[in-house]
């Protein structure tokens, strides 16, 4: 069977993000990211897979750049993770930079064999 | 009245489901998956059943390989069992392999004589 | 105006439902069924009015099966009763043959000049 | 089996239309009627059928009356008829009636055991 | 700028309304009323108003009869009020009338120069 | 059975409407202006009826304003008329102020009874 | 790879299909069934295919009876066979028994690695 | 790149905003407007932004009034600003003129990159 | 009223759009562009007024770039000009640079009033 | 501008498309695939985009084999190539090894910058 090569896990793909101070640090109001085009590679297949993922989070000092997370999330393109894993590693990775007061990412990945996946990960207390 | 013969219920089923260990043990997160394609036959009038099965949970050590979740489910396609009992055998046979903290087996099966049934089976505390 | 003409209401109608044992009495689990083509006839006016019915319950022993649920459904085809009588009387034939831990009967009846009702009746603790 | 006692079929029910005059007989524009609550007896099984049926016409001299439609429509309620058979009786009832330039009768039956049926019958050129 | 003339509001308008005695007082069940055609006239600009109502209610006694619904609110077509006060003004007239245990109208109005406005009011306990 | 009190129907209408002159005169394109808010009265029952309208067409040396269509539409709110009758009225009028290519006017009425009517009338060649 | 063992194709399945007369054998009318829950198995992998066939025709002599329909497309249930392959079949039984002035099967797939088929197959003239 | 040059953040907006008083004081009922056409323009790239905005509220003394609220937020069509920031700029200034019991702004943007914002921000207690 | 000031029409917008050359000029293959977020302003009112082009053609020997196409539509935001005017205008722009075999410029305005409006011009021969 | 590098297009890309014998090649029916999940990278910014290609044949002698077309449009998604050049370079290695009757390869490509496209390509008379 034919396969899309994955690059092994690039643990540093996290310095790709970048933040900007939150202007209004002392509300805690709610900040979601929708990302319609998300693609990774199944490491058991070497098949592509794709999904919907979904960031919220409540900020305390800093919010995500968008172009920075958008770039952040294409580095997954060609890397072979699990959906389990990968909805996990994007939560630690934006944990770190954000250091957020609550935070949730949402992976809904697209159907395989009549079957479709959600995962459902979070930090702190909303 | 023609019937599709169904087999007896194999109780054996369970030995086709396989898992991998959960990388997060240490977060409660969810993980939600739809079937589209479940099908199985009217124990009472042999006719074939269609439904759609969306099996949540939260992971302790270990989670459902979907390949194998797959072939699993694949197998109730010849087997005559009523909407109630299907339902709960699924979340019987899946805490059996999985030992969860938490798991919600729900069948929406459909429209027969204008009426259709969705059942909702649960086990552990969310 | 032509009138179909309504029966008067029969109260033996609940005689017509059957049940059969709850295979797993032990999990208090949901079972929710939808009929799409209920209709009986406006008391008032001797219109027939349409509607959907939602029945959900959580069974204690016994389960209701669902081809005498058709019929016993079916028998309000020609009968006059107003929309808040109809979902209760059935709310209340149902409590009556499964005596169940909870259960909920919601009408949705279908637009009459303009403006549509729903009427939700409850019994027991969810 | 429980059946819904059907009546034979009332060749009389075409007096129940009414009309009234086509104010622009000149242009030939095109008139819809949607019946989203049609309900019939299957013939064979003695269970009601429900169906949306879309009538369209071009009228010449006479338009019909929506009420006398609504009526003549409802006597079909406890009428044993077949799906193709009901749809070209009303056809030709109407056409009887209106004498129309053309005219179409479209019948979208309910979901039977997964299968659901549409039959359309014309009269006269478009 | 042309406008429609609105009457000035006529405060009898709660004696269109008529009710019927609640057969179900002891159980606490929920009515929904939805009125897709409601319409009433601005009483800054005389333009016409659209608009969705939800009534819903918890019956003490009564029940309130649909076809004097209707024409209590028809009542409104030539009237100029304002949003939040028309809907204030319906909860008010049907609390009178019904002495309900809870009721809540809900008024979703159309757009307005790519602005839509949703209004909710309550009274008593749910 | 209460009626809003119809007005006779203004034949000098028309005179509301305005145009402006259509800059691309040599070129054949399509207007379309769909009214969502269309709303008369039954001359048979007193009734609101509520439509949505639908009025296409193709220029020739004038186009309508739309506020003073607005205007003009706002004026059938308190008249009685038929749904084939207001919809060729509108066509008869729009046709006489604009001298259009092509016209064709789309009347889509609201369900009554479980019946809802759609009406469509044209004039000249697309 | 475990696999649904699928039958060989059986040529006498169309000993299944029932017809009864047509009633109006001199209009030219349209039929059309449509089939939500139609399963056979992929020849080439063994895994079941789910898919949504639409059965369109002008009958000549005969139609065909709806529940003889239904188990012989449950007949496919168990059988290997490729989608282009499984269309064209139906179409063939069907045009056996019928000899319809014209008929269409159309075949809607459902998703396989991100890829769904529709295949449409056509007999004698519309 | 071509930039639309945004102007400077105008802190005096905020005195285009009008209000009426509140004739029902003494009931918390909830006010919402929801604004499809949203426009303003990104500080980084210059390029338009578009969205929709939620406004929620429970008055206190005073009601925002809707042509002012229109022109406020049109205000900020040639304005740079993030949607972090404008999200959090509205409230700041609809709290400031209407002092309301409690009151929620959300910000829904459109796609950019296959990724769209939701920003919510909250007053008071609901 | 507070009014948007709209600049001139500026007729060297043109000079904005960049082509490419098209590698498959020998086939006459369909190109379409769906532009969600057009905006202009009112020459009447000075308000702003949303809208949805979609912009279908048959190329030649050249293809609009994409980039630049967003940046000549960008450049109505702050212009003063009427529906039918702006979609025969951008035809006329694009047809001067693209020289096509056919193009059709259709604008779906937004609803002011409860009323919408759609205009379709196009140039040479589908 | 981080950039996903793309490879040059590989013209040998056509010899992973694998064919199987069309069994009814005397009737020409229609064969339609969907593929929700394509991906590429565009030559100029490097960035990913993603479509939906809707592949629709009259086979001759050939039809495609699914697995390897998905294959062979999985090795398009580290390639950099324009929308309109991809849908026609498909179109022609499908031409290549089918020598179809008639072919038509539609690719609708997703969101950017508020603007999406779609381009359709044909070969062959239908």
Request: hydrophobic fraction near 35%; glycine fraction near 6%.
């Amino acid at each position: 069977m034919k396969k899309i090569n994955p690059v092994k896990t690039d643990p540093g793909k996290v310095r790709l993000l970048e933040t900007f101070d939150n202007s209004f640090p002392d509300r805690k109001y709610l900040i979601i990211h929708r990302v319609n085009e998300f693609t990774s590679v199944c490491p058991k297949t070497g098949q592509p897979d794709f999904g919907v993922l979904t960031i919220s989070y409540i900020a305390k000092k800093k919010c995500i750049e968008l172009k920075s997370l958008k770039y952040y999330l294409q580095a997954f393109r060609n890397e072979g993770i699990f959906y389990e894993n990968v909805t996990n590693r994007i939560l630690d990775d934006l944990v770190k930079v954000l250091n957020p007061v609550w935070m949730e990412v949402k992976g809904e990945y697209s159907v395989r064999g009549g079957l479709n996946s959600t995962i459902v990960a979070a930090y702190g207390k909303k």
